[in-house]
Every structure is written in C-alpha cells, then in structure tokens.
T-cell receptor, first 111, second 113 residues
Framework: RKEVEQDPGPFNVPEGATVAFNCTYSNSASQSFFWYRQDCRKEPKLLMSVYSSGNEDGRFTAQLNRASQYISLLIRDSKLSDSATYLCVVKLNNAGNMLTFGGGTRLMVKP | EPEVTQTPSHQVTQMGQEVILRCVPISNHLYFYWYRQILGQKVEFLVSFYNNEISEKSEIFDDQFSVERPDGSNFTLKIRSTKLEDSAMYFC???????????FGPGTRLTVL
C-alpha cells in the first residue's frame, strides 16, 4: 500500500468551478499534513498546512480526518492560474523531519 | 523574500563520474534537506541534516551519496559514482525549526548519460 495515495487525475474543470481532491495516508503515526503545489518542472511550494479542525485560506479549504486517515483540498472559483499538480504531504513526528509526498493530482483549469 | 538557491540548474554527466550539487539555504534556517524527483514520479526524501550531522536518511541515500556543509552558507550533495538511474531533479530544502515550514529551492536537473 502506498504511504500517501492520491488520484493522479487530470481533473479538467472550467474557470469558476469548484474542485475537490482527496488523499489517504497509511501511517497512523503521521503528525503533520500539508498541501503543496507544483508547477511543471518547478519546485514544490507550500499551499497550506492542514489542521484537525479544518482550515481555510481564501478560495482554498483543507480538511483532515484522522480516524479515516484522509485529507482533502477544496478549491472554489477556480482560476486559470490554479492549473498545477497538487501534492498531498505528510510528516511523522521524528527527528529527521522528513516529508512523505503523494504522487500528486493534476488540475487543469480551462477558460 | 528570502529563498533557497541551487546551482547548477542543469548538470549533465557521464555514468561513473562524481557530481556535486550545491545549495544555499535560507540564512537563518537550521535544518537542511535533499529530495529528488525522477521525471514523472513523486518527490522522494533523501536526507536531512542538522547541527552538522545527518539526522535521517532514506534507503535511496546509500554509500554513493554524501552531504556536507563546507562553510556557513553552502549545503552540498555529492554523488560519488553516478548511475543512469540517478537522473532526476534534486531539490534542496531548508526550515527554521523542526516543525517549521520547508522551503524548496528551484532544483538541479541531473542527467546521467
């Protein structure tokens, strides 16, 4: 079983649409959760951390369900500039502080 | 805004050659990392470094790999004898603290021929 699993997509949506991505993780000892965004051939950039209570940043809402080991990202009012690959990332609370990445979900927003 | 920088942006080398990838982390950060991403695959952890020593490494980080912080600003990844399968994008990252957000550099694309 993959440590962090995501639907690779692509999700093709029109501008203005609402789109949701899901992610599951296998290690129940995972402590911290993030969504990163990666543009083609670029570095991952932090989009938002994910908190147990759920959190929102503008058009982006992230949710965490520890019992189901499930993370989600909702993007409202999609913009062309949202086209990218969205990486679900988890971290164990260990000395090395390593991040475990999912394979990413590709989003293409079309006019 | 401070950022992580990496050089070179692209390195082409022959199989069996040694390469050194260079990174300048954000200046007040204390934790440093190398990740790699083979084309079309996920980002994978290689190694983390703190207080001048490796704090964790993955199975990928075998004896062919080493890291060093030769001075107060640079953080390097050396691959002693490159293999074809080492071809990938190598990302350096740094964070201020253990729980801190990791900032990634733009990456070095390594091509082994």
């Amino acid at each position: 079983r993959k440590e962090v699993e995501q639907d690779p997509g692509p999700f093709n949506v029109p501008e203005g649409a609402t789109v949701a991505f899901n992610c599951t993780y296998s290690n129940s000892a995972s402590q911290s959760f993030f969504w990163y965004r990666q543009d083609c051939r670029k570095e991952p950039k932090l989009l938002m951390s994910v908190y147990s209570s759920g959190n929102e940043d503008g058009r982006f809402t992230a949710q965490l369900n520890r019992a189901s080991q499930y993370i989600s990202l909702l993007i409202r009012d999609s913009k062309l500039s949202d086209s990218a690959t969205y990486l679900c990332v988890v971290k164990l609370n260990n000395a090395g502080n390593m991040l475990t990445f999912g394979g990413g979900t590709r989003l293409m927003v079309k006019p | 805004e401070p950022e992580v920088t990496q050089t070179p942006s692209h390195q082409v080398t022959q199989m069996g050659q040694e390469v050194i990838l260079r990174c300048v982390p954000i200046s007040n950060h204390l934790y440093f990392y190398w990740y790699r991403q083979i084309l079309g695959q996920k980002v994978e952890f290689l190694v983390s470094f703190y207080n001048n020593e490796i704090s964790e490494k993955s199975e990928i980080f075998d004896d062919q790999f080493s890291v060093e912080r030769p001075d107060g600003s640079n953080f390097t990844l050396k691959i002693r004898s490159t293999k074809l399968e080492d071809s990938a994008m190598y990302f350096c990252a740094s964070s201020r603290g253990l729980a801190g957000v990791k900032f990634f550099g733009p990456g070095t694309r390594l091509t082994v021929l």
